[in-house]
């Protein structure tokens, strides 16, 4: 008899003032899962938002049979908010994609089949083979993004992962609830610090290309540049304390 998880997959979505593009995201995902043969919850973690994204999440609910919520009062950074949804969630898989629906639920379609090959961690990529940015990026926002991953890189010696910032990735169970116990970052550099701990443990990393709605108005503000990289100095000091070990 074939074994069957009572969860096989958890979708994790962290949420901040999500209340006016999250229910279309939350309806295209179960649409999605609906039609596959396995079991499946989609876990929405509010990240302590100002607006009305918890009642959001709370009335699809009735719509939505798989849909749980977890409801922070307080914004403790996208990195506390994923790693709540990692150690809270039930399957034998874990992804966690954005709430704007930049990479559309279907992409799970590469990732999947490489837990099947070995790997522990497979995450999306913009800069892997196969990747499409749809429409593709301004230079401007190229060479920006060429400067931190060169940092990121020379900082942490992450020189085997191209793309540490999309938010698209997957993990084994296994891997999910030995990783992110360890983890110390809350805010947008909680990233770089998951896939070092997966390296440091020993898990296997592949990097996936992927589909990626590119927002062209979106705007990386300074003060959030300036705070990923002391996060990334933070996490160096981290290795070298040996606080990971």
Do not use: H
Not at 49 to 68: C, F, P, R, W, Y
Not at 133 to 138: A, V
Not at 186 to 197: A, Y
């Amino acid at each position: 008899m074939k074994y069957m998880p009572e969860t096989y997959l958890s979708v994790i979505i962290p949420a901040y003032n999500e209340e006016k593009r999250l229910p279309k995201t939350l309806k295209e995902i179960d649409g999605y899962l609906q039609n596959q043969n396995y079991n499946y919850e989609i876990i929405v973690v509010n990240n302590g938002s100002k607006d009305k994204t918890a009642e959001v999440v709370k009335n699809l609910t009735g719509e939505i049979k798989n849909l749980k919520l977890t409801d922070n009062k307080e914004n403790r950074g996208k990195g506390f908010a994923v790693r709540q949804g990692m150690l809270g969630a039930k399957g034998d898989y874990r992804a966690f994609t954005d709430a704007d629906n930049s990479t559309p639920i279907s992409e799970l379609e590469k990732i999947l089949p490489e837990f099947r090959k070995g790997y522990d961690v497979v995450i999306g990529s913009r800069d892997a083979e196969g990747a499409v940015l749809d429409p593709p990026q301004p230079w401007q926002r190229r060479l920006s993004g060429e400067v931190f991953k060169l940092f990121r890189k020379t900082v942490l010696n992450l020189w085997g992962i191209e793309d540490t910032q999309c938010g698209f990735k997957g993990f084994t169970k296994r891997a999910a609830e030995d990783i992110f116990p360890k983890c110390k970052i809350e805010g947008f550099s909680f990233d770089p610090e998951v896939l070092l701990i997966a390296k440091k443990l020993g898990y296997k990393i592949k990097e996936i290309g992927i589909y990626w709605k590119n927002d062209l108005e979106s705007k990386v503000k300074l003060k959030s540049v300036i705070n990923m990289a002391i996060d990334l100095l933070k996490i160096r000091i981290n290795l070298i304390t040996k606080v990971y070990d």
